[in-house]
Every structure is written in C-alpha cells, then in structure tokens.
C-alpha cells in the first residue's frame, strides 16, 4: 500500500500539468496562437482534441511495445519517472513558444500540437500503468474502493491546474511554462531515484 500512496503523490503532479489543456494552454491557444494553419480556420478548443487523436495513433505501438519487450520493459516506478520527465519537456518546449507570444506576435499552432504530442507520450506510460499497480498491489477486498482512491489524484490534478491557470494573466508566459517544467522535471528526477526503493515496496509486482 505505501507503493501506491507514492503512486499516488507522483500521479497528482502529472495530472497537475497535463489537465492544463483546458485551463492555462487553452486560454494560451485563445490569445496567443495564430489559429490559421495551411489556410485553415482553426478554434482554440479543437487543440484539446489533439490528445484524443494521440492517444488513439499511440496506444497500439505503446501496447506493442510492452508486448514485445516482455520482462525488459521498464518497470512501473520507471513509467512513471518518464512520463513525468515527458511532461516537463512538453513545457520546456512551449517556454520560447511563450516568450514570442509576450511579445505581441501570433505563434505557430504547431508549438502546442509538439507539446501535446510528448504530453501523450507521457500520460501512456503512466496512466493504464497506474490503474494496472493498484489493481495489483491493492488488497483484494478493497480493490474497488482502491480505484476510487486513484482517480482522486486526477482530480487533484485538476485542482492544481486550475491554480496554475491564475497566473496566465500575472506572470510572463515563458515563466509560467518554465516553472511548470522545473516541477515536472523535479518530479521524474526524484522518481527516478525512488525506482529501487519503490520497487521494494511492491513485493515482486512488477
């Protein structure tokens, strides 16, 4: 149980950053990206859907390649660390894109369509791996009530991002970005280091 509680914390923080795509970088596509592409009309609530069609062109090859890895797949704390390091990338990747925009030009559609694509690379290797461990580590009999646990942290996440959203207006976007990235990078490298002790307390799950 002290494998998920870590889980847990580590969820919430990816959640924290990912569900920002209906807060901070939403409101980021609204004002600040130029919503033309090849002569296309786009609208700022499309981008959401963005992550829909990434998890549906990436699913089959993260589920083929955990097949045909078999037992050298990274483990599940390992996941996690990555999809946390995917996160941070995915921010530090939109900081110059930030910075052009608080100078009062229209940036390129394809700096949050970039950012999505490595955020999904994330949420792959961490969600369906986090519903996978507490189904596996939970006690039998509260399995179910385990589940719910879980998808409190999605919903803590989501709490933080909204937070996150009120500094759009307060603070330079390339910073807000940044310290987004700072966090998540923090995170996966603190996961990292917690990959052996985690996996100690998982009593041979893998």
Do not use: C
């Not at 996690?80 to 110059?96: E, N, Q, R, S, T």
């Not at 791996?129 to 509260?142: N, W």
């Amino acid at each position: 149980m002290a494998a998920v509680v870590v889980f847990f914390a580590f969820a919430t923080l990816f959640w924290a950053g990912y569900e920002q795509a209906g807060s901070t970088l939403n409101l980021f596509a609204d004002r600040y990206v130029d919503l033309t592409l090849f002569g296309l009309k786009l609208y700022a609530s499309w981008f959401v859907s963005i992550q829909a069609l990434f998890v549906i062109i990436l699913a089959p090859i993260f589920a083929w390649l955990w097949v045909r890895l078999g037992s050298r797949q990274p483990s599940s704390p390992a996941k996690f660390a990555w999809a946390l390091l995917f996160m941070g990338l995915a921010f530090l990747l939109l900081m110059p894109a930030g910075s052009v925009a608080q100078g009062g030009v229209k940036v390129s559609p394809l700096w949050l369509v970039g950012a999505y694509f490595i955020e999904e690379l994330g949420e792959l290797s961490l969600s369906p791996v986090g519903l996978s461990v507490v189904t596996k580590l939970a006690p039998t009999r509260v399995v179910g009530l385990m589940m719910g646990v879980w998808f409190l942290s999605n919903a803590a996440g989501n709490k933080l991002a909204g937070w996150a959203a009120g500094f759009i207006s307060r603070m330079p976007l390339a910073s807000l970005f940044g310290a987004t990235a700072a966090a998540m990078l923090t995170a996966a490298l603190v996961m990292f280091l917690l990959i052996k002790p985690v996996r100690n307390l998982m009593g041979g799950v893998h």
